[in-house]
């Protein structure tokens, strides 16, 4: 199974795209700005979509992909979250004010959208891929995601700051091939980064010694033009873990 990077900056004005990830052909975690990037055939083929959270940056490409499927007669896209993240969507966004509530609009009996809750540790089969979701801490609720596949496990952390349960969830994983962990904010943001609940370098440095596997460390989520300056201070933080930043297209094997 191949999870492929649709969008994975934190924010727009260097080029990137918001958070987006595809899982195969059928399945979307997080629906950001990089949703704008499938083809209408890639949109109609989608059957579930993931959420961590319902920030705009997470959830934008969901309106917009909901919205394209309509007008194509595509139904029954399961959007799969925590219940107050479901609750919040249909509160803020899909309410008729700021866009029309797709879970009430379809064809042939079915609506565009379904929700799916999720709880956390409690898995979900499609097909040949196991999502578990995993504890974060945010300024919102929210979640992360471990994808066990034949091929090897991933954990997508979701936008999150120093959690222990998190960590907890991970050491007790069978294996752990691909962590894909935010840091938002560079090491003199540290005081935003509480507030904002995103990680710094050293503190996901400090916290990554609560890890006892030795995964591929992805970094993801910079916020716009903080890149250089987050990739130099990783290089001292991270020393000694095999560590990448997260670009535009890269593409995992599962
Ligand atoms: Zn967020
Ligand atoms: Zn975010």
Known sequence: MQFRVLGCSGG?????????FALGRRVLIDAGTGVGRLSLDDMQALEHVFLTHAHLDHIAGLAFLADTRFAHGATGLRVHARASVLGALRAHIFNWQIWPDFASLGCEHKATIETRRVHMGRPVVIDDAVLTPLPARHTVPACGYAVECAGGTLVYSGDTTACGPFWRALNKLERLD???IEVAYSDEQERLGKVARHYTP????????????????HITH????RGALIEAQCAEALA???FRHLRLDDVIDL
């Open 12 to 20: 727009l004005g260097t080029g990137g795209h918001t958070t987006t």
């Open 178 to 180: 691909h962590l894909i």
């Open 202 to 217: 050293a503190v996901l440095g400090q916290e990554l010694r609560k890890l006892r596997h030795r995964p591929v460390i």
């Open 222 to 225: 910079h916020k716009p033009g």
């Open 240 to 242: 000694g873990w095999d």
